[in-house]
C-alpha cells in the first residue's frame, strides 16, 4: 500500500559475541503508514533498540529486508543510504546526544549546514522551531547549561528542522521525570498532528505507551502484540 512508510520483512538479527550468540530478532514484520504514532514497548532486552537500528539502517539485519519509501534500503550505497537519512529521519536518543561544544542554535542548525541550507534560511527554522518546542531565548546556550528537559527539546528540534518524514526516537523520555517526559510526549505529538510526521519510538514509560495510537510489543525478538487505539489518552 503506497501510504506505508516503513515496511520490514522477516527480520532477523543475531548478535555474535565470541561463541555466544544472541537473537535479537527472530522475524519480525513490521509496517508503519505515514502519520502514525507508534510505540515499540517490551522489557529490556526484547529487541526494541535493534528494530529501531534496522529500520533506519543504522545496522543491517542477519536477514530481512527493509523498505523506507518504498525503497529497499539493503539496495542503496553506502553513500545513498547517508543521504536518505539526512533527508527523510529525524533521530532522537536517551542520552540526548547534543554536541556539547556547539551552542543551542548550532546543534539544531547542524544538518541543515550538511544539507546547504542557506544560513538565513538556517536561522529562520531555527528561531521557529525553538518557539514550537518552547525553548525561545536559549539559543546561545551550550547543552551543558539547560536541564535534561530542555537539552531533549533541542534533540526534537534538531530532529524536526531539516523536515524528515519520520522521527525514530529510543526512548526518548527514559532520562526524564515523569512530568517533563508527559511535556515532551505533548510537544511529539503535536509536531506528529501539525506537521504530519511519522513517529516510532520505543518505551519502558507505561504513560507514554498509554498516548500512542498504536503500541506495538516486543517480548524475545518478536511482536507480540500490535494494538491500534481508537482514542489513546490525550496529552496532558
Ligand atoms: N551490539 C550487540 N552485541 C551483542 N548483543 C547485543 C548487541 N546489541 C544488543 N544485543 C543483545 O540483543 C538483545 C536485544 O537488545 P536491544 O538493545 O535491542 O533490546 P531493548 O529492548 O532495546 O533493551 P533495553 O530496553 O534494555 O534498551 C539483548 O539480549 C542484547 O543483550
Same mark, same amino acid.
Given at each position: ?69 518504498? +525503497?529497499? *534500503?539493503? !539496495?542503496?550505497? &553506502?553513500? $545513498?543510504?547517508?543521504?536518505? =537519512? ?7 536518543? %536517551? ?31 531555527? +528561531?521557529? *522551531?525553538? !518557539?514550537?518546542? &518552547?525553548? $525561545?531565548?536559549?539559543?546561545? =546556550? ?7 528537559? %530542555? ?86
Amino acid at each position: 500500500m503506497s501510504n506505508i512508510i516503513i515496511n520490514a520483512q522477516s527480520l532477523k538479527k543475531t548478535y555474535k559475541t565470541g561463541m555466544v550468540e544472541v537473537n535479537a530478532l527472530n522475524g519480525v514484520d513490521f509496517q508503519v503508514r505515514q502519520k502514525e504514532f507508534t510505540a515499540v514497548a517490551g522489557p529490556s532486552g526484547s529487541g526494541k533498540t535493534t528494530l529501531l537500528n534496522l529500520i533506519s539502517g543504522l545496522d543491517t539485519p542477519t536477514s530481512g529486508t527493509v523498505q523506507l519509501n518504498q +525503497k529497499e *534500503i539493503s !539496495s542503496m550505497s &553506502g553513500a $545513498e543510504l547517508g543521504d536518505f =537519512r539526512r533527508d527523510h529521519i529525524g533521530f532522537i536518543f %536517551q542520552s540526548y546526544n547534543l554536541i556539547p561544544v556547539l551552542t543551542v542554535t548550532e546543534n539544531i542548525e547542524y544538518i541543515m549546514l550538511l544539507q546547504g541550507i542557506k544560513k538565513n534560511e538556517r536561522h529562520r527554522r531555527v +528561531k521557529k *522551531i525553538l !518557539s514550537e518546542v &518552547g525553548l $525561545e531565548g536559549t539559543g546561545n =546556550r551550550k547543552p551543558i547549561e539547560l536541564s535534561g528537559g %530542555q537539552q531533549q527539546r533541542v534533540a526534537i528540534a534538531r530532529a524536526i528542522v531539516s523536515r524528515p518524514n519520520i522521527i525514530l526516537a529510543d526512548e526518548p523520555t527514559a532520562n526524564l521525570d515523569s512530568k517533563t517526559g508527559r511535556e515532551l510526549l505533548q510537544i511529539m505529538q503535536t509536531l506528529n498532528q501539525k506537521l504530519g510526521i511519522t513517529f516510532v519510538f520505543s518505551t519502558h514509560d507505561h504513560m507514554i505507551m498509554s498516548h500512542a495510537r498504536r503500541l506495538v510489543w516486543i517480548h524475545d525478538g518478536q511482536i507480540e502484540k500490535d494494538e491500534v487505539r481508537e482514542q489513546p489518552c490525550q496529552g496532558g
